[in-house]
């Protein structure tokens, strides 16, 4: 289990399966409310206290999840401290929202709420040196109703690298589309902003510029 604090209020929460097994509870028991995955939920929010200082006794949480196709489990854990009775917040109440993401589709689209969390996004991926056009040279990002839409295209499945990818990018799940709905609706009335290769251009042009020659 690798546990990472993403901002103040916000962990990740990496498990793998030899964590369950640890554990002894199963993916089964994760998607159904039970005794076995509030004591496991318990476990999580209790290492994260004392690995990270994450401390959410009185707050608020939320807990996102998703798996990928191998089975690795991403937890993104917010809290929140604006709960008026602290008495209200128990951790036998732990809920987990589930996520609708398909680790195995080809395209994804994110959503930003402005530039600079879309340059976040492109900083996070340059920072682990992660090679973005081994994944998918087909990124575009779109301009629509004041938000930014990243859609990336024609996904490769198959590099040793996706893994890595979707466990990077998971504190950006907390928007995402995924239907060619949305797409076409994008494609036909969002602005362009750049097309094609939008992750390695930003990463390149804003977020890791070439020095000038002379």
Not at 53 to 77: A, H, K, N, P
Not at 119 to 131: G, K, S, V
């Amino acid at each position: 289990m690798k546990i990472e604090r993403l901002t103040e209020n916000k962990i990740r929460v990496i498990v793998n399966p030899s964590d369950l097994e640890l554990e002894k509870i199963s993916m089964k028991d994760l998607l159904y409310q039970s005794s076995e995955r509030q004591t496991f939920l318990t476990h999580m929010l209790e290492r994260a206290k004392n690995e990270l200082g994450f401390e959410t006794e009185g707050c608020r949480l939320l807990i996102e999840g998703f798996s990928s196709s191998d089975d690795i489990l991403v937890f993104t854990i917010t809290r929140y401290n604006d709960i008026k009775n602290p008495n209200e917040y128990t951790k036998r109440n732990l809920k987990v929202k589930r996520k609708t993401f398909d680790a195995n589709s080809k395209h994804i689209i994110f959503k930003f709420k402005n530039f600079d969390d879309f340059c976040n996004f492109c900083e996070a991926i340059n920072n682990y040196n992660l090679n973005i056009t081994k994944i998918s040279k087909n990124s575009t990002l779109y301009l629509y109703n004041n938000t930014y839409y990243l859609i990336i295209n024609n996904i490769n499945l198959d590099t040793n690298l996706i893994k890595k990818f979707y466990s990077l990018t998971s504190e950006f799940y907390n928007s995402f589309y995924s239907s060619s709905e949305f797409e076409s609706k994008l494609i036909e009335h969002a602005k362009v902003i750049m097309k094609k290769n939008a992750i390695s251009n930003t990463i390149n042009y804003f977020i890791n510029p070439k020095e000038k020659e002379g």
